[in-house]
């Protein structure tokens, strides 16, 4: 059984950074992928990103690749989604989730997912 713990969300400009933060607590956290998706209200939750537990794979939704990155620390159980050029459309909560044993670009959905965080809400304002 994982805890996640999402952090770093707020208010942000356009054109801005954000960095946010997943603490984790748990056995398991370096054995598993993880992931990162956001849910607008209304909405479908939706990919983000992913990363395998070596940290040596990642891979990232078209509407943020080349803008945000996801990295983990496996010793300090954390993983974090770090946000550049931030828009209005990346407004939403943001969710840190636990993902399959073995990695793979095609873990994308919800359903590959098995523990989640409780979010954090991000604001881009123009």
């Known amino acids: 059984q994982v805890q996640l713990v999402e952090s770093g969300g707020g208010l942000v400009q356009a054109g801005g950074s954000l960095r946010l933060s997943c603490a984790a607590s748990g056995r398991t956290f370096g054995t598993y992928a993880m992931g990162w998706f956001r849910q607008a209200l209304g909405k479908e939750r939706e990919f983000v990103a992913t990363i395998s537990w070596s940290g040596g794979s990642t891979y990232y939704a078209d509407s943020v690749k080349g803008r945000f990155t996801i990295s983990r620390d496996n010793a300090k159980k954390m993983v974090y989604l770090q946000m550049n050029r931030l828009k209005r459309e990346d407004t939403t909560v943001y969710y840190c989730?636990?993902?399959?044993?073995?990695?793979?670009?095609?873990?994308?959905?919800?359903?590959?997912?098995?523990?989640w965080g409780q979010g954090t809400q991000v604001t881009v304002s123009s």
């Open positions: 989730a636990v993902g399959p044993k073995y990695y793979s670009s095609s873990n994308v959905y919800t359903r590959d997912y098995n523990y």
